[in-house]
């Protein structure tokens, strides 16, 4: 048998009270959002989880019930994207509108998008340059928003990528999924395989097939570039 080793994201530790990650002022914050915890769709947990693994806010910033130090980003979350978004039973929203509005706000925090466009051929990509995306932000410590969708099915979810291995040309995602629970001493709660040259990705939590067509990070520096999705919300 194989040793298949997994690489993790950077700046994400766990101990007896679960996962968590520091921000720049060495402030720990515990990294895990599930739907129902604070009001808003997978995307947003998703991109929550995201930020808070960078550094860039702590969950005690988004549970408190008012801005401290004056923090713009934080603020803007908090009225834009927690108290102000349709839930996921009313549409939820695309990688395409969650990068629009966070990138104009100026504020420091970029989203690149790229996605497998269904239904738009010109504004394609392929499977490999989607796969290759995700394992060399992984790879580089970074973590991923993925979005897929079943198929024939137009619902689409959004979960976060936190690591990766690699055998052969298959790469195996490691994420957390604000939908499902985090059991205790669990880095991560859904496992996504993917292969190059195969059409239908696996989804092994859940032993079903699955299209992973869009991903999503944060980049550090403020030029990006974005190639829009299609209409399915997460």
Partial sequence: MNNISIRMVDNLFIDAHGIYALNKQKVRSNVFL???????SCMVYSFLMMLILKGKITRDDLERRYTQN?????????????????????????????????????????IET????????????????????????????????????????????AVLA?????????????????????????LWNEIIEMHPNENLDRHITRSQQIIVDSAATILSEQTYFDIPDDNTPF
Wanted: with cysteine.
């Fill in 34 to 40: 599930r739907q129902g915890n604070i009001d808003c």
């Fill in 70 to 110: 004056g923090d713009e980003l934080v603020e803007k979350i908090r009225k834009k994207l927690i108290y102000n978004l349709n839930g996921p039973a009313k549409g939820g929203m695309t990688f395409y509108a969650l990068a629009q509005k966070v990138n104009n706000w100026n504020l420091g925090v970029q």
């Fill in 114 to 157: 790229i996605t497998l466009a269904r239904n738009h051929s010109n504004r394609a990509i392929s499977r490999k340059q989607l796969i290759d995306y995700i394992e060399q932000n992984l790879k580089r410590g970074n973590p991923v928003q993925v979005g897929y969708h079943i198929p024939y099915d137009n619902c689409g979810h």
């Fill in 162 to 186: 936190v690591g990766y291995s690699k055998e052969d040309e298959a790469i195996t995602i490691y994420c957390i999924d604000p939908s499902s629970i985090l059991r205790y001493g669990e």
